[in-house]
Structures are given as C-alpha cells and as structure tokens.
C-alpha cells in the first residue's frame, strides 16, 4: 500500500522560513517524479514545483523560483520543500505528490502553512 | 505558462443526472491531460489519466474525452458520492497547470 505523509506546516511570520518533509513507503522514489502542490484557503490547487525521477531536474513556477527548493533523501525514501523568504499569499495547505511522470496518482493528506503578516 | 480553462465554474445538478465538464488549454497539449476530484478538507483524487484511461477502482460512469486542446469529462449517471470539486491538470509542459475547478452542487 502506497502512502505519503505529509509535515511540517505552521504558523510562520512574513519573511520567515519552514520546512515541509514527505515520507513514501510503498514505492521506491527514485522511479517517481515528486512534487508539491498547494492550495490557498477556499481556492484552487496550484501545482508549484517538481523533481524527476533521478533528481537530475527541478522545475518551479515563477512565484516561488529562489524562494522554495524541493529535495529526495533517497536512504529515507523522502522529500522535502524548504520555503523560504515567505509571504503571506504563501498560505495554503501544501500537497506532496508522486507519479511516474503523468498526473499524479499519489497525494499526501495535506498541511496547513499560514503565513502572517 | 499554458492556461487551462474549465467551464462551468459550478453546476447544479440532481442525482442520476449526467454531467459533462469542459477543460481547454491555450495551447496543444497532446494527451497529457488528467482528471481529479476533491471532496472539503481531502486531498485530490485522480480519475483519469492520459486523457481517457480511468483508474483502477473509480466507476465506469466517469469517462475522459478530447484531444490537443479541448478535454471533457462525463459523468453518465451522477450518485450522491460524486457531489466534490472537479480539477483537470496538463502536464505537457512545465509548469503544469491546472484548471481553476468546477464544484459540481446539489440542485
């Protein structure tokens, strides 16, 4: 049985820094691109950024490039976002995800980053 | 940045009704798109993948349809446990992006 397990959201202050860890049992990481995907209170899921199956390649989108920076602990079989310089539209429940490079087929159960001003 | 655009935004609907919800992308995207669905406080769940192949265990009654740029998703037969937020996803290209959701309510 798959699962991912998602931690490491809080309250943090505007400008502040978290990070967020993904534990995987079930499948081996290293044949899965992961990823984090958020969603705002109330909105829509923003998929944010991703690294591929060997960890050779990560992509982000513009609003967190610099600021947030996805990692694999392959002895672990984890991942982890480390957000920093944070803003309050950073608020939201943030996702890890998995998949072998389709839509993503394996989600965390969310945690909850709200950033205050 | 691709844009995918899903419409309606929000329906209501009654149980055994069927349901089509549209995605279009702004540009060609192949058959690189999937479907999902997210009941309140869940994460999502996928339905679809490739455009058409449903995942294993989600009801015959969801079915995914289109090419390049339009997509659909069809639910033949709505049951109770279908009232959620629907997402459709590209990922042709990096970014990947998904639609702004289309909440599918009791009528």
């Known amino acids: 049985q798959v699962q991912l397990v998602d931690s490491g959201g809080d309250l943090v202050k505007s400008g502040g820094s978290l990070r967020l860890s993904c534990t995987v049992s079930?499948?081996?990481?290293?044949?899965?691109?992961l990823a984090w995907v958020r969603q705002p209170p109330g909105k829509g899921l923003e998929w944010i950024t991703s690294?591929?199956?060997?960890?050779?390649?990560?992509h982000a989108i513009d609003s967190v490039e610099g600021r947030f920076l996805v990692s694999r602990n392959t002895a672990e079989n984890s991942f982890s976002l480390q957000m920093n310089t944070l803003r309050v539209d950073d608020t939201a429940v943030y996702y890890c995800?998995?998949?072998?490079?389709?839509?993503?087929?394996?989600w965390g159960q969310g945690t909850l980053v709200t950033v205050s001003s | 940045d691709i844009q995918m655009t899903q419409s309606p935004s929000s329906l209501s609907a009654s149980v055994g009704d069927r349901v089509t919800i549209t995605c279009r992308a702004s540009?060609?995207?192949?058959?690189?798109l999937g479907w999902f669905q997210q009941k309140p406080g869940r994460a999502p769940k996928r339905l679809i993948n490739?455009?058409?192949s449903l995942e294993s265990g989600v009801a015959f009654r969801f079915s995914g349809s289109g090419s390049g740029t339009e997509f659909t998703l069809t639910v033949t037969s709505l049951q109770p446990e279908d009232f959620a937020t629907y997402y459709c996803?590209?990922?042709?290209?990096?970014?990947?992006?998904f639609g702004q959701g289309t909440k599918v309510e009791v009528k």
């Open positions: 995800a998995a998949s072998k490079g389709t839509a993503y087929n394996f």
């Open positions: 079930g499948i081996d990481i290293n044949d899965y691109f």
């Open positions: 690294i591929s199956a060997g960890g050779s390649s990560i």
């Open positions: 540009q060609y995207i192949g058959n690189d």
């Open positions: 490739e455009v058409s």
């Open positions: 996803l590209q990922y042709f290209t990096y970014p990947w992006t």
